[in-house]
T-cell receptor
Framework: ETGVTQSPTHLIKTRGQQVTLRCSSQ?????VSWYQQALGQGPQFIFQ???????GRGNFPPRFSGLQFPNYSSELNVNALELDDSALYLC???????????FGQGTRLTVV | GESVGLHLPTLSVQEGDNSIINCAYS??????FIWYKQESGKGPQFIID?????DKRQGQRVTVLLNKTVKHLSLQIAATQPGDSAVYFC?????????????FGPGTRLSVLP
């Protein structure tokens, strides 16, 4: 186990709704990154938070947003859900910016 | 665009044999690479990493080789066991020391035959 926990594990939402996913980073880690993994593909980088500020973003629209809290836990928010947002959302934590990243078990989001 | 890819989508090996999983990357500026193992229904599990100032790094039963000249990365698993069956991803960090933006390839599925 990595010590990175995500909630919920599964979620079903309707197109157009909003969703919030949560991540608790491994103890001592100050950096959290979020990834989207579509079925049968590798994870794709959404964004990263370092010491409560966004520090890098992948090719995702603004309706994907996030937060990092003083205890370094994090949230991923997705507005105006689309069917293509159905995927496994992964959170990874690390200590620092260019070091080994440890993943949680993911949240399986299904948009219907 | 720049991406990390894998030469083989599937690999089947006999239990006890050595496995070699290959990966090609195209961003010559990437300086940090990680191999992950992902089992069904789970998040990627860190296996081993290597920085661009190294050519080889060994862990427990695993070795990663980096050839910067041809932009090639490989993962060698010694004495492959049934528990090694999973999808393996290589990932390169495009952001370097300024952040983390790991680019993953599509993965190689390793099947261990009895």
């Amino acid at each position: 186990e990595t010590g990175v926990t995500q909630s919920p594990t599964h979620l079903i939402k309707t197109r157009g709704q909003q969703v919030t996913l949560r991540c608790s980073s491994q103890s001592g880690h100050n950096t959290v990154s979020w990834y989207q993994q579509a079925l049968g593909q590798g994870p794709q980088f959404i964004f990263q938070y370092y010491r409560e500020e966004e520090n890098g973003r992948g090719n995702f629209p603004p309706r994907f947003s996030g937060l990092q809290f003083p205890n370094y836990s994090s949230e991923l928010n997705v507005n105006a859900l689309e069917l293509d947002d159905s995927a496994l959302y992964l959170c990874a934590s690390s200590f620092g910016l260019n070091t080994e990243a440890f993943f949680g078990q993911g949240t399986r989001l299904t948009v219907v | 665009g720049e991406s990390v890819g894998l030469h083989l989508p599937t690999l089947s090996v006999q239990e006890g044999d050595n496995s070699i999983i290959n990966c090609a990357y195209s961003n010559s500026a990437s300086d940090y690479f990680i191999w992950y193992k992902q089992e069904s229904g789970k998040g990627p599990q860190f296996i081993i990493d290597i920085r661009s100032n190294m050519d080889k790094r060994q862990g427990q039963r695993v070795t990663v080789l980096l050839n910067k000249t041809v932009k090639h990365l490989s993962l060698q698993i010694a004495a492959t066991q049934p528990g090694d069956s999973a999808v393996y991803f290589c990932a390169e960090n495009k952001a370097g020391n300024y952040g983390q933006n790991f680019v993953f390839g599509p993965g190689t599925r390793l099947s261990v035959l009895p």
